[in-house]
């Protein structure tokens, strides 16, 4: 059974499965590649290109950043959540 989350609060825009969020275990390129628009937020937290082969939670915690919050405001951008 797929898990899904609800998109767009309590009026059900949208759905979508579990497996399309990003998870800080993700690469950033994987992440940009997958979500472009995430491109801005990695550039705005100081993410350099060189770290685009690491994973989100290792560049977070070089970088001094919670991995829940990036990964909470990847996720907003890229399924364009509130």
């Known amino acids: 059974m797929d898990r899904l989350f ?3 609060g ?5 759905m ?3 497996d399309e969020l990003i998870r800080a275990g993700m690469t950033v390129r ?3 590649v997958n979500y472009p628009d995430t491109a801005a937020v990695f550039e705005r937290l100081g993410f350099r290109e ?4 690491c994973s989100v939670e290792s560049v977070c915690r ?10 909470a ?6 399924f ?3």
């Open 50 to 53: 060189s770290c685009d082969d």
């Open 6 to 8: 609800w998109r767009g």
């Open 73 to 78: 405001e990847l996720n907003r951008v890229a």
């Open 16 to 18: 979508n499965r579990f």
């Open 80 to 82: 364009k959540l509130a």
């Open 10 to 14: 309590m009026s059900g825009v949208g």
């Open 62 to 71: 070089k970088l001094g950043l919670s991995s829940q919050d990036v990964v």
């Open 30 to 32: 994987e992440v940009k």
